[in-house]
C-alpha cells in the first residue's frame, strides 16, 4: 500500500479492482493511521460503493491508472499538473515550487516573486530559480466529490471536501516509486494490458508510468 504523509495526516492509495476495464481504487486519508472521514456518511447503497474500505474513497477509472503518470509528469517536469477520471469522484492536483492558488499566503509569495523577477531584469545573470531539490516542498491537494457522500444524487461542479498535504520531492518521489510497483503488479494479475488490447485494438499503449 503506497502511504504519502505531511507528520500525522497521510493518505493511502489502494487498487481493489478491475472490472468491465475499469480500474477501481480506495483512497484513504488518516490522521495518525485513522481514518478521518466519518464511515456513516460515506455512499453504500449499491455493491460498488458498498466495496469502499472504512473510511475510504471509492473511485474509478477508464482503462488505466491516471496517478502514476501525474506523479512522473510533475516530477519530471516540476511544473503543476492535476489528474480527473472520467466520472469525476476525485480530482488530484500537484504544485510543485508554488502553494495552492488563493489560500493567505499565495499572495506575499507572489509579490516576493514579482520582486524576485524585476531583479532577474535588473541582472541577467542573476538566475533567482533553482533546479529541483530533494526538499522542495510540493502541494499535494486532493478533492473529494459529494457524490461520494450518502443521499447525493449527482455529481457536482467541485462541491466537496479537500485534503492538503505538502511532502518534501523526496517523499513524493518514494510515494511515486511505491505506487508504481503496485501499479505495475496489480495491472499483471488482472491483466489489464490484454483487455485494453482487446478493447482498443493491438496497438494500444498503455500511459508512461
Known sequence: ?????????????????????????????????????????????????????????????????????????????????????????????????????????????????REQQEASKACPSQDVRHDPHPDDLIEFILCVNVYNFAGAECYTGGSGVCFRLVPSRAELQIFYEELKREYLAFRETWKIQESNEAECGPDYQPPLF
Open 1 to 113: 500500500m503506497a502511504v504519502i504523509r505531511d507528520g500525522d495526516l497521510s493518505l493511502d492509495v489502494r487498487y481493489v479492482g478491475f472490472e468491465a476495464g475499469w480500474v477501481s481504487y480506495n483512497i484513504c486519508p488518516r490522521w495518525r493511521g485513522e481514518p478521518v472521514l466519518n464511515d456513516k456518511i460515506l455512499k453504500r447503497e449499491s455493491s460498488y460503493w458498498a466495496a469502499r474500505g472504512v473510511g475510504a474513497i471509492r473511485a474509478n477509472e477508464d482503462l488505466e491508472c491516471g496517478i502514476v503518470p501525474l506523479l512522473r509528469r510533475v516530477l519530471e517536469r516540476n511544473e503543476a499538473d492535476y489528474w480527473e477520471p472520467l466520472e469525476p469522484d476525485v480530482l488530484l492536483a500537484l504544485y510543485p515550487n508554488e502553494d495552492f492558488p488563493f489560500l493567505p499566503w499565495k499572495c506575499r509569495i507572489a509579490a516576493v516573486g
